[in-house]
């Protein structure tokens, strides 16, 4: 090559990199913004992962808290099953008493009409007290 298309192509060289010095400091400053946006985006990335894993958490511990309730709601009507026996069951004692006590009193008032005025169980427990318990004799 000849001296003076060295030189031309030197010059050349240098005009394109002086061109290209002046577009240096927009990309470094491009560069920046976009280093900044990916540690905002990472930041909220991770923000963003806590939150999910909380959410979760609290989606397991509400899905515990049905299965709670759902057993809780299954002992409630047991429950209410048992109040609703013994409901029966006290019913048909209070109506076993009253057949009871119609009895007494139809039986009272047939000892009335037979002058019995006291029980026949009482009468025995009389006679065998004083067999039991013999007055003691003076001594002489």
């Known amino acids: ?6 030189r031309e ?6 005009e394109e990199g002086k061109e290209l010095f002046s577009l240096l400091p927009a990309f470094l400053e ?3 913004k976009h280093a900044a946006k990916t540690e905002h985006a990472e930041k909220e990335s991770e923000r963003l992962r806590k939150e999910l894993a909380g959410l979760r958490k609290d989606l397991a511990d509400a899905k515990d808290v049905k299965k709670e309730s ?25 109506q076993a008493l009253a057949k009871v006590l119609e009895t007494v009193q139809a039986t009272n008032q047939i000892a009335q009409k037979l002058g019995v ?11 065998q007290a004083p067999a039991a318990a013999p007055n003691p004799a003076p001594h002489d």
Do not use: C, N, Y
């Open 117 to 127: 005025t006291k029980s026949p169980f009482a009468r025995r427990a009389e006679a």
């Open 70 to 94: 759902g057993d809780l709601h299954k002992v409630v009507d047991d429950l209410k099953k048992q109040v609703e026996q013994l409901k029966a069951e006290k019913e048909e004692a209070g």
């Open 9 to 14: 192509r030197i010059t050349r060289w240098i």
């Open 30 to 32: 491009a560069e920046q």
């Open 1 to 6: 090559m000849e001296e003076s298309q060295l």
